[in-house]
């Protein structure tokens, strides 16, 4: 057996270097029972291979299939919707498994469909996290800050609240990460950015020179404005996939900044003590220092440190600067009023040439959309409040000194 077997072999390697055959006809013949036997030999090893590998196939796919069934059974946070899209991905990869070829050439295929469960336990612990996150910022159970009223009541904020309840499902975006389509501001902000720089483009044109190019930017300024108002009257067009990060950070950025205006209410009441007990004047140089090092951190809520009202102010940063501008002119702030006289008619109706409130809001918008921008106005802002307690206690404690020397009455 072994010397026949030695023979097939060589043959073998010799058919594999010549055109004709290594043996004729009659010779195959005359192997008779011998080469019958190594046939059904070399057919039993063959099935016994492919039983092995079944087999393996067959224990790779039962554990695929029990940490499948854990990641669904144990995801107690998922709602029923959000189990749903996980099991409809589950299956379509329990197809592709079932459909690997056997042994080494299916194996990739195998592991890659098993490091897919990985991708769907990082997103039964993100969604999880996500709603544990959001449940809390409600009602600043986490003493982090509470969202927003202005974001609960949005079309944003009904759309995460849907999230929250399993309304809005969880699902894939075309690179297979897993997250939610939700209403998105940050599409209007684009397309208001991309209009912005189009009409930038356009006034540094002339019609003389640049005719078409003109016409050409006005027909895409035309489409954007379109693209708008379409967002404004259906929703369904400002909605796209978002990350869990992405999730997480909106969420974080529409809570009230507790920790910041803790901050705040903290130092401006020391900087009264001070002044009352100590008589300190305060330093405008070191205060507006330390206001910039207190609300430029990474940890700082900038969105909450402009629109929100925090403790101790009357007003946001926002509203004050609004009002501020609404009292001056046009002229004081280099703008020739008779050039827009025609798009902002004088509202007090006094010729006083006021900034109207609408610019005044749009200026604001403009000035606030850039932090680097916006910080310095930030720092006197927050800087004269706190000098303004410091004048407070200043003020109290020369109230006491009058109070303690003053003549008795007969």
Known sequence: MSQLSSKLIEGAGKAVQSSGPVMSRKQIKDLGRAGSKLADSINNHIKKQQKVKLEEKEF????????????????????????????????????????????????????????????????????????????????????DGELTNSFKTSIMGVDYMQLLNGDIPISKNENGDWGAVLFNPQIKKDLQLKKERFENDL???NVEDNGPEMLDINEQIKEI?????????????????????????????????????????????NIRVDALENGTDYNRDQGRYITRMMLSGDNVNYRSIVEDKHAGLEQSFEDA??????????????????????????????????ISMDDAEIITKKLTSSKEMAMPYIEIFFSNFFENQSRAGLQERKDKSALLNAEPID
């Open 321 to 354: 600067l609004t009002g501020y501008l609404h009292s001056l002119t046009y002229d004081q702030l280099n703008i020739n009023y008779d050039d827009i006289a025609a798009f902002d008619p004088d509202e007090a109706g006094d010729g006083s040439r006021t």
């Open 203 to 205: 006034a540094l044109l």
């Open 225 to 269: 404005n379109n693209f708008i108002e379409e967002g404004d009257l259906n929703p369904d067009s400002n909605r796209s996939w978002m990350s869990f990060q992405d999730i997480r950070s909106t969420i974080w950025e529409n809570k009230f900044d507790a920790a910041s205006s803790k901050a705040i209410f903290t130092h401006a009441n």
């Open 60 to 143: 790779a796919y039962k554990e695929w299939g029990k940490a499948a069934q854990k990641y669904l059974s144990e995801s107690k946070d998922l709602s029923d919707a959000d189990r749903e899209a996980l099991f409809i991905d589950l299956e379509a990869d329990s197809d592709a498994f079932a459909n690997t070829k056997l042994g080494r050439k299916g194996e990739k295929e195998r592991n890659e469909l098993m490091g897919n469960l990985e991708t769907i336990t990082n997103a039964v612990t993100n969604v999880a996290d996500v709603k544990d996150f959001l449940a809390k910022s409600i009602k600043n159970q986490d003493g």
